[in-house]
């Protein structure tokens, strides 16, 4: 009875623990969730399914602040647009300094069924300015035939409030300059 009781503990456990898993995995990712400041970065945004099961049409980027000299890599069969802007206040790649840009990229008018797995690239350099230490975020919006999936949300910022988002906006920690 004793044995039957541990390892049933023991098998809904590692059911706990994949199923996390597989939640942890649920959403918009970044491939390389790391980079040093000043260095070139090419953002691989990872759409690993749909919104609840029906396909992805469109993924929608808001570029943050400090991403720079950003070109979005086009896919075949999907529209791609992309929409410039002053930034808040002017800030330098490798001593150039830039007072507007890409702020946001739209891939529509594809079909990513659920059951499949995608990558959009956008290439850029992290500013001079970008903080180390900090994390940057990638705040996407996925449109489907049936429903929205917004992987907006960063975390806050006080620790004792901490908690994983929902639907966390994909996530770029900032090394020193080398």
């Known amino acids: 009875m004793f044995r039957t009781t541990l390892l ?17 995995f649920a959403h918009i990712t970044l491939e390389n969730q790391q ?6 970065y090419k953002a691989v945004l990872r759409v690993p399914h749909g919104c609840d099961g029906s396909a992805t049409m469109a993924i929608r980027v808001r570029i943050p602040d400090g991403f720079l000299d950003v070109k979005p890599m086009p896919k075949p069969g999907w529209k791609l647009d992309v929409v410039r802007g002053k930034y808040q206040k002017p ?5 150039t300094s830039l ?3 890409v702020t946001e990229v739209n891939w ?9 797995y995608d990558e959009f690239v956008l290439t850029g350099y992290i500013g001079d300015e970008a903080p180390a230490g900090q994390t940057m975020y990638f705040p ?6 049936k429903g929205v999936n917004r992987w907006i949300e960063i975390p806050a910022a006080d620790s004792a409030r901490a908690r994983e988002p ?13």
């Open 8 to 24: 049933a503990a023991a098998l809904l456990g590692t059911a706990g623990a994949l199923a996390g898993a597989t939640l942890a």
């Open 35 to 40: 980079t040093a400041v000043g260095a070139s």
């Open 91 to 95: 800030m330098s790649v490798r001593g």
């Open 99 to 101: 007072t507007e840009g």
């Open 108 to 116: 529509s008018g594809g079909n990513l069924p659920d059951a499949y």
């Open 140 to 145: 996407v919006v996925q449109e489907c035939e």
């Open 166 to 178: 929902a639907e966390p906006a994909p996530a770029l920690k900032l090394l020193p300059k080398r």
